[in-house]
């Protein structure tokens, strides 16, 4: 069970990480990424920071490059804004939050019932 503390750190890293991302970041290869979640470690060593891209699957697995090259400039961010006593490893994966509900979606209409 993740501690009041935990959820407060991760919603901390999020929102760092998400004002990064919006108004700092320049690499070109990040496209239009929104971070949605972000699960620390109860030891702050490594963080897993789920995002989710806009596009295709090229754009995906470049927005992901992107941001695991500038994992050092992020985590740089997260330990001037937060001041922990370790800041965590960043680790970038796919949100496939919003691919399944859209399949879940889709399915639901094309199996769905007519009124």
């Not at 760092?16 to 971070?35: H, I």
């Not at 754009?59 to 997260?78: E, K, N, V």
């Not at 330990?79 to 800041?87: H, N, Q, V």
């Amino acid at each position: 069970m993740v501690s009041g503390r935990m959820r407060r750190v991760d919603e901390a890293v999020r929102q760092v990480l998400a004002d990064a991302l919006a108004a700092e970041l320049k690499d070109p290869r990040v496209g239009f990424v929104t971070v949605t979640d972000v699960t620390t470690s109860p030891d702050l060593r490594s963080a897993r920071v789920y995002v989710s891209v806009l596009g295709d699957a090229a754009t995906r697995s470049a927005s992901l490059d992107g941001l695991r090259h500038a994992r050092g400039y992020l985590q740089g961010r997260i330990a001037s804004e937060l001041g922990l006593r370790r800041t965590p490893t960043l680790e970038f994966r796919y949100d496939e939050t919003t691919d399944r509900a859209q399949r879940v979606e889709g399915l639901l209409r094309e199996y769905g019932t007519d009124s």
